[in-house]
C-alpha cells in the first residue's frame, strides 16, 4: 500500500523530517522540513527544501501550553505543506507540559501526552483526527476566529481572532461524533447482513430476512437530521424495493407516505412561490403543472387523469403535431369526459387599465382572447373526437360536455376589479377562468389539510 510506502513501522525518532528550536528557556518551536525524496515524490523536486520548511508546534512550559499548526505532510496530497482547514491555523491547548523537547525523541513523547482526539504523529500531520474535524467545521463556519483554543474556560468568541472551547464541551462533542459513527456502522453493518442475504435468498427462491425493528441503530439513526438528498436517496431506495414496503406495517407506510407528501408539497409552494414573484415565462409554468398534473385536479374538484400535454387537438392524433394546440388534455376519472387545459401567465392582464363606465372595467383583449382560443380548443376537439380516438388508440375518452380550464393572470387588488371580474367569469358558461394566485392558495389549503392542524388555519 502506498500509505506503508511512505511511512514505514521500523522507522526510528531520528527519521522524522523536523527541526527543534529554542525560543527562550523552557520553549520551543519544532518545525517539518520536507526531505527531497517527498518533493520529488510531490512533483516539487526543483523548490529547495529549506524554503519549505514550516512550524508546526509549540511547546510553552512557562506559559502552559502546546500549540500545533495543521498542514499536510502527506507528499501525494494535492494540497501538500498547506493548512489543513480553511480558516483554522493554530489550535491551542492549555495544560501543564510535563516535558518540553529538545529532541526529537522528546518531540514523539511530548507528542503522545497530547489529548484523546488528536493527531499524535508528525508523519500524518497534526491537529484533530479525521473523524472529529467536524469540530472545527462548526467553529469555522460560527466564527472568524484563527485560533482555537481548549482551555478551562467558558466555551466562547472571544473577538480577537481566538475562540475559546472548554474541555467539557470538547469531549462531549468529541463522544456524540464517536457514538454517531459507532450508530453508523453498526447500522451498516446491520444492513450489508440483511442485503447480502436477501439477494442470495432471492437467487435461491429462500423468504427475505427482514430488518430488526426494535431499538436497532438504524431506528435510532432516525433522529439524525439528514440532508435533502439524503432524504430523496432513501425514497428512492423504498420505491424500488418492493420487498422492503411489503415487510413495512400499514401504519408506518400510512406516516410514511404522508410525511412524503407534505414535504413534496411544501417545496412545490416554495419552487410555486418563486415563479410567482419572478413573472416565469408561459414554458416554465407549463413544466410545472406538467411535472406536478396533481395540481390541475385542484381546479377541477373532481378525480382527474393527464392524457396529454402539449395535446393536439384540431388533428387526427394527440401527439402535439396538429394545427390546434392544448396545453393539457385530462379527462374524468369517473365518467372519462375530457377537460382542456390552456396555460398562461401570471403576468397576463385580466382587465383593461381604464374604467368602462363607473366603477366597472372591461375584460382584456389578452383574456376575451384567451377564452376564444380555449373555446376553439374545445370544438376542434368535439369535431375530431372520433377520428382521434381511433388515429391514437385511446377509446377510454369521451366530449359528452368538455370541462374547459383557463388559468392566467393574478387577482387584482382593487375592489372595482375584483367585482368586475368576477362578474365576468360567473358569467363565463363554458371556460372556468382561475388565477395563478387563487391555485397556490388551494395548493396552502391542502397542505394545512394533510397537516391536520386544526390551530394553523390557512397559509396566507
Known amino acids: 500500500m502506498l500509505m506503508a510506502r511512505l511511512f514505514p513501522n521500523d522507522f526510528s525518532p531520528e527519521d522524522l523530517d523536523i527541526e527543534?528550536?529554542?525560543?527562550?528557556?523552557?520553549?520551543?518551536?519544532?518545525?517539518?522540513?520536507?526531505?527531497?525524496?517527498?518533493?520529488?515524490?510531490?512533483?516539487?523536486?526543483?523548490?529547495?527544501?529549506?524554503?519549505?520548511?514550516?512550524?508546526?508546534?509549540?511547546?510553552?512550559?512557562?506559559?502552559?501550553?502546546?500549540?500545533?499548526?495543521?498542514?499536510?505532510?502527506?507528499?501525494?496530497?494535492?494540497?501538500?505543506?498547506?493548512q489543513k482547514y480553511p480558516q483554522i491555523e493554530e489550535i491551542r491547548l492549555l495544560f501543564d507540559i510535563d516535558i518540553?523537547?529538545?529532541?526529537?525523541?522528546?518531540?514523539?513523547?511530548?507528542?503522545?501526552?497530547?489529548?484523546?482526539?488528536?493527531?499524535?504523529?508528525?508523519?500524518?500531520g497534526l491537529g484533530l483526527?479525521?473523524?472529529?474535524?467536524?469540530?472545527?467545521?462548526?467553529?469555522?463556519?460560527?466564527?472568524?476566529?484563527?485560533?482555537?483554543?481548549?482551555?478551562?474556560?467558558?466555551?466562547?468568541?472571544?473577538d480577537d481572532g481566538r475562540f475559546c472551547l472548554s474541555w467539557g464541551d470538547y469531549d462531549e462533542m468529541r463522544r456524540d461524533c464517536n457514538r454517531i459513527t459507532e450508530r453508523a456502522r453498526k447500522a451498516a453493518r446491520i444492513s450489508k447482513s440483511a442485503a447480502t442475504y436477501n439477494r442470495l435468498a432471492y437467487l435461491l427462491g429462500n423468504e427475505q430476512k427482514p430488518l430488526p425493528i426494535a431499538n436497532d441503530s438504524i431506528s435510532k439513526m432516525l433522529s439524525i437530521k439528514i440532508s435533502d438528498t439524503d432524504k430523496q436517496a432513501a425514497m428512492n431506495l423504498i420505491v424500488g424495493d418492493k420487498s422492503a414496503i411489503e415487510q413495512t406495517d400499514t401504519v408506518t407506510l400510512s406516516?410514511?407516505?404522508?410525511?412524503?407528501?407534505?414535504?413534496?408539497?411544501?417545496?412545490?409552494?416554495?419552487?410555486?412561490?418563486?415563479?410567482?414573484?419572478?413573472?416565469?415565462?408561459?414554458?416554465?409554468?407549463?413544466?410545472?403543472?406538467?411535472?406536478?398534473?396533481?395540481?390541475?385536479?385542484?381546479?377541477f374538484g373532481y378525480p382527474a387523469i393527464k392524457i396529454s400535454g402539449q395535446a393536439s387537438v384540431g388533428g387526427k392524433h394527440l401527439s402535439g403535431d396538429g394545427e390546434k394546440i392544448t396545453d393539457f388534455l385530462l379527462k374524468n376519472g369517473v365518467t372519462n369526459n375530457l377537460a382542456i387545459v390552456e396555460i398562461k401567465k401570471p403576468s397576463s392582464m385580466l382587465l383593461n387599465k381604464t374604467q368602462y363606465r363607473g366603477a366597472v372595467f372591461s375584460a382584456s383583449k389578452e383574456l376575451t382572447g384567451s377564452v376564444t382560443q380555449v373555446l376553439d380548443q374545445c370544438y376542434q376537439l368535439q369535431k375530431n373526437i372520433s377520428t382521434i380516438k381511433v388515429d391514437s388508440r385511446i377509446y377510454d375518452i369521451e366530449s359528452y360536455a368538455i370541462h374547459c380550464i383557463l388559468i392566467i393572470g393574478t387577482m387584482p387588488t382593487d375592489e372595482n376589479q375584483k367585482k368586475s371580474l368576477e362578474i365576468y367569469r360567473r358569467n363565463s358558461k363554458n371556460v372556468q377562468i382561475i388565477t395563478f394566485d387563487e391555485m397556490l392558495v388551494k395548493l396552502k389549503q391542502l397542505h394545512c389539510f394533510l397537516s391536520d392542524d386544526d390551530n394553523s388555519g390557512v397559509a396566507q
Open 255 to 299: 406516516r410514511l407516505k404522508n410525511d412524503i407528501e407534505l414535504v413534496s408539497l411544501e417545496v412545490l409552494i416554495k419552487k410555486y412561490e418563486e415563479l410567482l414573484s419572478k413573472s416565469a415565462r408561459e414554458e416554465t409554468w407549463q413544466k410545472l403543472f406538467n411535472d406536478n398534473p396533481f395540481i390541475l385536479n385542484l381546479a
Open 129 to 158: 483526527i479525521k473523524d472529529f474535524r467536524f469540530i472545527i467545521s462548526a467553529v469555522e463556519e460560527q466564527t472568524k476566529s484563527k485560533v482555537l483554543v481548549l482551555c478551562d474556560e467558558e466555551t466562547r468568541d472571544k
Open 20 to 82: 527543534i528550536e529554542e525560543i527562550f528557556p523552557n520553549c520551543t518551536e519544532v518545525f517539518y522540513l520536507p526531505s527531497q525524496a517527498d518533493l520529488d515524490l510531490a512533483g516539487r523536486g526543483s523548490e529547495a527544501p529549506r524554503q519549505l520548511r514550516k512550524k508546526i508546534a509549540v511547546f510553552n512550559g512557562k506559559g502552559g501550553y502546546i500549540s500545533v499548526y495543521p498542514i499536510y505532510t502527506l507528499p501525494t496530497h494535492p494540497d501538500y505543506l498547506n
Open 100 to 124: 518540553v523537547p529538545y529532541t526529537k525523541d522528546d518531540v514523539l513523547s511530548a507528542l503522545e501526552g497530547m489529548p484523546a482526539g488528536f493527531v499524535k504523529d508528525v508523519r500524518y
